[in-house]
T-cell receptor, first 111, second 112 residues
């Protein structure tokens, strides 16, 4: 049974810092790994999707990597801004079309 | 235009009542889902439909019944609501497997 874990649970950084959010999964038989952002009281916004055959994906200041063999993914945020403050969720999609979510990392970027 | 829309956004109801949450997507996607986010913010899949056919049914009480009248709509009906059903329910859609998922804004259900 797939389990997804995110560390740290919460992170507070000053504006401008580069930061890394971690995601680990127990079953490497995944179709893809997706990163989402959730703002308070809002839905999830898809940030990046990394196919199982890929090593990384980039979008603007965001870079996500995937290492299937070690069951890890990281989300790198460069030059963080207060507007990046949100909860970041990773999810592994398995062969039964299910997204298995981690519990999220609450990020606060201080001005 | 909202890609995945849910109604209502908030729902407060008494124990024992029956309620429905509606979801519509205008993206032309074949696959739709219901997820539940509990008080600890943990998201867990409940159901998935592909082109109106149920493909995933997690261990959800049978008081919860999804209905997909067409591939653009997936509604969730809940009978005999219990306090533990209080949560945020998210609808989502994907073009198919192994593709980006799009989520609705969520329906916050409070059972009193």
């Amino acid at each position: 049974k797939q389990e997804v874990t995110q560390i740290p649970a919460a992170l507070s950084v000053p504006e401008g810092e580069n930061l890394v959010l971690n995601c680990s999964f127990t079953d490497s038989a995944i179709y893809n790994l997706q990163w989402f952002r959730q703002d308070p009281g809002k839905g999830l916004t898809s940030l990046l999707l990394i196919q199982s055959s890929q090593r990384e994906q980039t979008s603007g200041r965001l870079n996500a990597s995937l290492d299937k063999s070690s069951g890890r993914s990281t989300l790198y945020i460069a030059a963080s801004q207060p507007g990046d403050s949100a909860t970041y969720l990773c999810a592994a999609e398995d062969s039964s079309y299910k997204l298995i979510f981690g519990s999220g990392t609450r990020l606060l970027v201080r001005p | 235009d909202t890609a995945v829309s849910q109604t209502p956004k908030y729902l407060v109801t008494q124990m024992g009542n029956d309620k429905s949450i509606k979801c519509e997507q205008n993206l032309g996607h074949d696959t739709m889902y219901w997820y539940k986010q509990d008080s600890k913010k943990f998201l867990k899949i409940m159901f998935s439909y592909n082109n109106k056919e149920l493909i995933i049914n997690e261990t959800v009480p049978n008081r919860f019944s999804p209905k997909s009248p067409d591939k653009a709509h997936l509604n969730l009906h809940i009978n005999s609501l219990e306090l533990g059903d209080s949560a945020v329910y998210f609808c989502a859609s994907q073009p198919g497997a192994n593709t980006e998922a799009f989520f609705g804004q969520g329906t916050r259900l409070t059972v009193v």
